[in-house]
């Protein structure tokens, strides 16, 4: 008897660790001002907040709980938003620490938003990527695209094609009109949204002229995809080499590149982003600007002619293919940009759509474009309506659960993307209505990518308590830096498992029955859940850049009364770490110290510069 109650101790002591909470976070960080929530599993009881010097600052009663049907669990939401003080905290669960890496910080998404969009530096190709630039990730030029010969698919073409530049689509280095085009227009809406807080911004990539580092990117695609327009107005629709290549650097990849087909929606894509980066970048470079409206155009006149000329995978072809029989959707996508642009009635298609944009669906950018210009078009307002409609059931799935918009059937090629794009919708209802449920909910989303996931981890390279170490991305493979390249978004959960079998090249197993959010492998093996892609880090980077803008204190020149972006600090007078800082916005002028603001009589003040 004796012995049973000596070793009970022991027993229920292990029986405790067992079944220790675990918390889930935003593993970057939470700006002091902003709505902040985590997850928590098999917890009980209150969840406490312990500062550096080892204070509890901040107790949360957890929400009730609910089973998310994207990993099976039952979890609880704890909403922190109270805890403002910028620092690094430790979360209790019953006494027992569970995290010890909960960030606080003005700048927390500062370094992931700029490694976002600095991955399309990552993925040029036809130039070296200098130290100066790119650090231990440096590498040669590789596929300059000279002299590129025309597959017989490629219709109408004769001799040879210059055509360098461009981003390499993904974990390959094929270059993919259609990918291209949501990609470039994901990245020149973020542009157009927050001009003045983009002009600014930097992030360490080769400057082109007087164009901010944003424009300066994307022209660097822009100049290639003008390169794949043939004389008649048609777009080809991909260049790559005949087969993928095995895990080298871009420069030794010198299998031949071929110029491949022909198709009505690579033209209209083009069409669509071409009318978008008239507009854009008519201030810096009217000639620029005026080559990408006559060619956009030209590729709307071709795609009238030819409604239905579809990309056919040619068998002699082996790389991506981006086919779709559809091309309504793309011919809506560029018909309502040629007409923001023109402002020519003959573009003036009517639709509204509910459906979240991907590269094989454009209409979602259409209710985008047209929300967003009351004054243009007759359906703004069912577009509107449309967009706040599926607003709301996305805001709705993020009140339970993890708090993300998913549910089960959005786990498939590409989650992560899924996620990013719901996050970006819900960022435009916002703007559209000052409602304060979808800009929490956009939090959310950005939240589940960065670390409040089933996985427990960061799906962004370089970032997080834990992150992906071993994508499907050749340069990471072949580079011989242990590091993968950083501000990559890989592709996330689903269960298609299409990279399993029993090839020594092939997966193990790695799907969760039943629990699509978790079958996820970190492993190069891994295509289906681990590669990259530019048309998943756009929306994520539009995600992150767009939420950072709102944190520095800009919101779009369309956005509703009610959108408030966080005060802007113009001046620093003291910047001793620790001490009191005198600050000023447009029209305030207050006291801050440790994150807390006051006024100058004393008092303290809220987000919104109110006297608490």
């Excluded at 901040?58 to 939401?77: K, R």
């Excluded at 309502?336 to 003036?348: G, I, M, Q, R």
């Excluded at 998913?406 to 916002?430: I, P, Q, R």
């Amino acid at each position: 008897m004796n012995t049973k109650i000596l070793f009970l101790p022991a027993f229920l002591a292990m029986a405790t660790s067992s079944f220790a909470a675990t918390a889930y976070i935003n593993q970057i960080g939470y700006h002091p001002a902003n709505f902040k929530e985590l997850t928590l599993f098999e917890g009980g009881g209150n969840v406490e907040f312990v500062d550096a010097s080892g204070n509890t600052v901040l107790t949360v009663t957890p929400s009730e709980a609910s089973t998310w049907n994207g990993s099976g669990q039952s979890v609880q939401l704890v909403d922190f938003t109270e805890l403002k003080t910028p620092g690094t905290y430790s979360i209790k669960v019953n006494g027992q620490v569970v995290r010890k890496d909960l960030k606080i910080a003005n700048d927390a998404l500062d370094g992931v938003s700029k490694a976002l969009l600095k991955f399309f530096y990552y993925q040029r190709a036809s130039m070296a990527l200098d130290e100066t630039y790119a650090g231990k990730w440096k590498r040669s030029a590789g596929h300059p695209d000279m002299g590129v010969a025309f597959h017989s698919s490629a219709t109408g073409g004769s001799g040879t094609l210059d055509s360098p530049k461009g981003w390499y689509d993904a974990g390959d280095y094929g270059k993919y009109i259609v990918n291209s085009g949501i990609s470039t227009y994901t990245l020149l809406s973020l542009y157009e949204h927050f001009p003045a807080y983009f002009d600014n911004l930097k992030w360490n990539i080769p400057a082109d002229g007087n164009l901010p580092d944003l424009l300066a990117e994307i022209k660097y695609n822009l100049d290639w995809m003008l390169t794949m327009q043939a004389s008649d107005g048609g777009v080809y629709h991909k260049l790559t080499t005949l087969q993928f290549c095995g895990t080298v650097m871009p420069n030794e990849d010198v299998d031949t590149r071929y110029v491949i087909g022909k198709s009505t929606t690579a033209t209209l894509d083009f069409a669509g982003v071409m009318a978008v980066a008239a507009r854009v970048y008519e201030k810096f470079d009217a000639t620029f600007a005026a080559k990408a409206l006559e060619a956009a155009k030209k590729a709307y006149v071709w795609a009238e002619s030819n409604p239905s000329t579809y990309y056919n995978q040619p068998r002699d072809v082996a790389t991506g293919t981006y086919s779709d029989n559809n091309a309504k959707d793309e011919k809506n996508f560029a018909a309502a940009e040629l007409f923001v642009t023109t402002k020519d009635a003959s573009y003036a298609l009517q639709g509204a759509y509910t459906t979240i944009p991907g590269w094989a669906e454009m209409n979602g950018l259409v209710t985008y474009t047209k929300a967003t210009h009351p004054d243009l078009f007759s359906d703004a307002a069912a577009a509107k309506d449309s967009l706040l409609s599926a607003a709301d059931r996305y805001a709705k799935n993020a009140a339970t659960g993890f708090g993300v918009p998913m549910t089960k059937g959005d786990f498939y090629w590409g989650s992560n993307s899924v996620a990013a794009n719901m996050g970006v919708w819900l960022l435009y209802a916002y703007y559209l209505s000052g409602d304060k449920k979808y800009y929490q909910s956009a939090l959310k989303t950005l939240d589940y990518l960065l670390g409040k996931n089933p996985m427990d981890m960061s799906y962004v390279t370089g970032f997080g308590t834990k992150s992906p170490m071993h994508p499907h991305h050749r340069p990471s493979q072949a580079d011989g830096v242990s590091e993968p390249v950083p501000g990559m978004l890989v592709g996330g959960p689903q269960p298609g498992g299409e990279d399993i079998g029993k090839n020594e090249w092939e997966c193990k197993d790695y799907r969760v029955n039943g629990a699509p959010a978790k079958s996820y492998l970190d492993d190069e093996c891994s295509y289906a859940s681990n590669e990259v892609a530019i048309n998943w880090n756009s929306p994520a980077a539009y995600l992150a850049g767009a939420i950072q803008a709102i944190n520095s204190g800009h919101v779009p020149s369309f956005a509703a009364e009610g959108v408030i972006a966080l005060p802007k600090t113009r001046l620093v007078l003291n910047t001793n770490d620790g001490a009191p800082k005198v600050r000023f916005d447009t029209h305030r002028v207050f006291i801050e110290r440790n994150g807390i603001r006051y006024d100058l009589k004393g008092n303290r003040l809220g987000a919104a510069g109110r006297v608490e």
